[in-house]
């Protein structure tokens, strides 16, 4: 069947549209001609038009406040032949069917694919041993690719090369004579947190001649850090300055960035700069199913299991990480060969 026109459906977070660009960017290789549209949440937008690999994005907040019939409309007027349902979604897939979108792909373990998808693929996330960013893959199988894409392989589909500018005063807060670091310490309830006092334990042992410390975050967030940047004044506090878009070209021009599992770190191993992630051990949330992906990225993560951690959601397991670990890679970073 001849395809011309692709919709990628991923309506979740951040870290979330990140590990799945691979699949416009594998798209893009199997079907160089086709055009490629994204249906993803407002607050994605600026990663979603940063992927070179997609031509146009299409905004789910918009579509669900229309009638299902108005929406489903408006996805018959993209002209898509095919869409692939990343992140499933029973209104979305019903609107696809409306629409009448030739190839519909999903999974086999959501029951409304079974009604409203034709193609599906045997899919199951909670019990795979393979990274969020293969299971992604495994579902472009209906159109040609393969079902075992190396992570080494998968960091050179992203595409993020359509960064915005960023303003002289945000690019000038960089040091091109020291480590620029970033550090992002909260995650919005998106993943379990390394803790506060381990950030400032690890600013505290950085020595400062080496490198210079970002703090990121949104300004709610800012507000929350305000007793750590209050701590140690040496810090450049960036929490509410930037929109997601200048983010990504900042973090694309420092050295490294620290975080939990969340959006920015993901989008740190993206941009091939020094990703470090800090993870507990607990399925599904372990690194085995949600490291960053690329040239550069690194997780830290204790060693054995973390039942009770689950069960309370007080993570333990992720605080005994010790900043001197962190530091101690770190500082090879900035005095390994040539530096």
């Given at each position: ?142 159109l040609g690719g393969r079902r075992d894409y190396s992570l080494g392989e998968i960091g050179g589909y992203y595409g993020l090369t359509r960064l915005v ?175």
């Amino acid at each position: 069947m001849s395809r011309s026109t692709f919709i990628i459906s991923r309506t979740d977070a951040i870290g979330d549209v990140v590990l799945t660009l691979p699949v416009a960017g594998v798209l893009r290789a199997l079907y160089p001609s086709a055009r490629i549209l994204f249906l993803g949440r407002s607050y994605t937008k600026d990663v979603i038009a940063a992927c070179g690999h997609i031509d146009s994005f299409l905004n789910w907040d918009e579509w669900r406040q229309l009638p299902v019939r108005e929406a489903a409309r408006a996805m018959a007027a993209t002209g898509a032949d095919g869409i692939i349902h990343v992140f499933p979604d029973a209104a979305i897939a019903r609107i696809a069917r409306m629409a009448r979108v030739i190839e519909r792909i999903g999974t086999t373990n959501r029951i409304f694919h079974w009604r409203y998808c034709n193609e599906l693929v045997r899919l199951s996330r909670r019990h795979s041993p393979c990274h969020e960013a293969q299971l992604n893959l495994r579902l472009l199988a209906p159109l040609g690719g393969r079902r075992d894409y190396s992570l080494g392989e998968i960091g050179g589909y992203y595409g993020l090369t359509r960064l915005v500018p960023l303003p002289p005063e945000i690019a000038g807060l960089l040091d091109r004579s020291r480590f620029n670091l970033i550090l992002h310490p909260k995650s919005r309830g998106s993943a379990r947190e390394w803790g506060l006092e381990n950030y400032a334990r690890l600013i505290g042992q950085l020595p400062s001649d080496r490198f210079k410390v970002f703090v990121s975050g949104t300004a709610a967030e800012g507000e929350l850090l305000a007793a750590l940047l209050a701590e140690y004044p040496r810090v450049t506090d960036l929490t509410g300055r930037l929109t997601l878009g200048q983010l990504m070209s900042f973090i694309a021009r420092a050295d490294g960035l620290i975080a939990a599992s969340t959006g920015p770190l993901h989008l740190a191993a993206a941009l091939g700069i020094y990703a470090l992630g800090i993870y507990p051990p607990i399925r599904p949330m372990h690194p085995g199913r949600w490291a960053p992906v690329g040239p550069n990225a690194k997780v830290f993560v204790k060693a054995g299991e973390c039942e009770d951690c689950r069960r309370t959601g007080d993570c333990h397991c992720i605080r005994e990480i010790a900043p001197q670990t962190v530091e101690d890679y770190l500082q090879t970073l900035v005095t390994g060969p040539g530096k």
